[in-house]
Antibody
Framework: QVQLQESGPGLVKPSETLSLSCAVS?????????WGWIRQPPGKGLEWIGS???????YFNPSLKSRVTLSVDTSKNQFSLKLYSVTAADTAVYYC???????????????????WGQGILVTVSS | QSVLTQPPSASGTPGQRITISCSGS????????VYWYQQLPGTAPKLLIY???QRPSGVPDRFSGSKSGTSASLAIGGLRSEDEADYYC????????????FGTGTKVIVL
């Protein structure tokens, strides 16, 4: 059974870079699937940040694309998020998740996040 | 900001059936599958419905999904106290090189 665990600093200063990693166990990330990041500001809804395939193919939320880098380290079976020039608005619980993205027999795209990490709260404050 | 619109809340008494709507557009719900996630208080979201109306293993058949045009619905039958949670719809959006969008979220309250 796949398990995901986020790690990284819980406090980041404004204008600096938020860096998080997600360790995957029970499944090899180089086998397939995309691997995604989602965030949730305190008391608010979910926002998808982006997803990366083990080969490096990426998709991003258009509103965050200019500030986000995603990467995969197959040797460590983990993937990472960097969010640049953070502000207080980036304060949120950040989740990593396995993103199943395929096309069904009718050629309709299917995308869902079927396994999630427990989340990590990152606060942006000086 | 979310491009899928849901009512902020929905409520019912134990045993009742409630429905939650999710309204989108031709570039997301209108052309792709809809997914539903359940987020219990203080926990990570969990996939509840995939491909409009399919339940992952372990999800009770009290939960059902449907889609029509650019809208979708989640129905919870035989409402139970443990169903009190936030529910989010989601879909792939084909615009702007493609991206995943979540709904605004609906809090289900069991009276």
């Amino acid at each position: 059974q796949v398990q995901l665990q986020e790690s990284g600093p819980g406090l980041v200063k404004p204008s600096e870079t938020l860096s998080l990693s997600c360790a995957v166990s029970g499944f090899s990330i180089s086998t397939g699937y995309y691997w995604g990041w989602i965030r949730q500001p305190p008391g608010k809804g979910l926002e998808w940040i982006g997803s990366i395939y083990h080969s490096g193919i990426t998709y991003f939320n258009p509103s965050l694309k200019s500030r986000v880098t995603l990467s995969v380290d197959t040797s460590k079976n983990q993937f990472s998020l960097k969010l640049y020039s953070v502000t207080a608005a980036d304060t949120a619980v950040y989740y990593c998740a396995r993103h199943d993205s395929t096309y069904d027999y009718t050629d309709i795209r299917t995308d869902y996040l079927d396994s999630w990490g427990q989340g990590i709260l990152v606060t942006v404050s000086s | 900001q979310s491009v899928l619109t849901q009512p902020p809340s929905a409520s019912g008494t134990p045993g009742q059936r409630i429905t939650i709507s999710c309204s989108g557009s031709s570039s997301n719900i209108g052309s792709n599958y809809v997914y539903w996630y359940q987020q219990l208080p203080g926990t990570a979201p969990k996939l509840l419905i995939y491909e409009n109306n399919q339940r992952p293993s372990g999800v009770p058949d009290r939960f059902s999904g449907s889609k029509s045009g650019t809208s979708a619905s989640l129905a919870i039958g035989g409402l139970r106290s443990e169903d009190e949670a936030d529910y989010y719809c989601a879909a792939w959006d084909d615009s702007l090189s493609g991206h995943y969008v979540f709904g605004t979220g609906t809090k289900v309250i069991v009276l």
